[in-house]
């Protein structure tokens, strides 16, 4: 094997390993340029191994990865197939957020299994206005008899549950949120916030944008990881709810951007 080989396979070992690393870091770790290390990832980005976010590279662990080799009858992501991963700790999470809730608010509720159980627990008593953009918070909050809802509507995309469209977003453009429950699949503290697919990124950054308090609801496995779509900066949240299982590191980072952190 030549020492290019070497090198192109150390570098997705680290990044498999660290979520990420930058074009510097990666050239003083195997003693060459950056424009040798730029080459390497190059390849490797034509290759589709790994994404190139904004001066980093990232491995890419979606099912087109070359080295993701799977069993043919092995089933893709569904969003039931997801709520049972770290279910107990996303309904903690949940339950916690619903504290947040007060009458007459205008809740924004983004797709996701772990606002799913912000849903899910919402009192029958409580009375607001809530825009969601899923099935499966459609399904929990129709139970409920003082939430008005509001549904933009659109395509249907089965794997996150979400409906979109172009005439969706023009309604989420005019509404006004007090509060927006966030999800993401990925939080790293360079790379900011990210989801599995870009079609998700337009209505979630324009909530952002209409929203007096974001809140992330994120289980702790989430944190150090990249998903292919930006959402925005971690800056952007006022509020993170996890669970106890996150990382003193995550905690110091937290708190040092001076992000309030519930733990539950």
């Known amino acids: 094997m030549s020492k290019k080989e070497d090198r192109i396979n150390g570098l997705v070992t680290i990044l498999k390993e660290s979520n990420g690393a930058s074009v510097k870091e990666l050239a003083a770790e195997f003693g060459v340029s950056e424009m040798t290390i730029r080459r390497d990832l190059k390849e490797l980005e034509e290759r589709n191994i790994i994404d190139n976010f904004y001066g980093a590279a990232v491995f890419n662990p979606r ?45 924004a509720i983004d797709v996701g299994t772990t606002t799913e159980k912000l849903a899910q627990n919402i009192d029958d008593d409580l009375s607001f206005t809530a825009l ?8 929990h909050l129709l139970g409920k008899p003082n939430v008005e809802i509001v549904l933009p ?16 977003l023009s309604i989420v453009d005019n509404t006004r949120a007090t509060k ?13 916030l990210t989801c599995a697919y ?18 992330l609801l994120a289980d ?3 944190f150090g ?12 949240v006022d509020k993170i709810i996890t669970d106890s299982g996150i990382s003193e590191k995550w905690i110091k980072i937290i ?4 992000i309030e952190l519930i733990i539950v």
């Open 153 to 168: 509507g659109g395509s249907f995309h089965r794997d996150t549950g979400m409906f979109e469209s172009l005439e969706g």
């Open 220 to 222: 702790s496995t989430k």
């Open 180 to 192: 927006l429950f966030l999800s993401a699949a990925g939080i790293h503290d360079r790379l900011g």
């Open 63 to 107: 099912e087109d990865n070359p080295l993701n080799l799977k069993d043919e009858n092995e089933m893709n992501y569904t969003i039931s197939e997801n709520s049972h991963l770290m279910e107990f700790e996303k309904n903690k999470i949940g339950k916690k957020a619903v504290e947040f809730i007060e009458n007459d608010d205008v809740v």
């Open 198 to 215: 870009p079609y998700e990124v337009a209505a979630k950054k324009r909530v952002i944008k209409n929203s007096l308090e974001v809140i």
């Open 255 to 258: 708190r040092e951007k001076g």
């Open 225 to 236: 990881n990249v998903s292919p779509a930006f959402i925005c900066d971690i800056d952007c």
């Open 132 to 139: 969601i953009f899923s099935a499966n918070n459609l399904i």
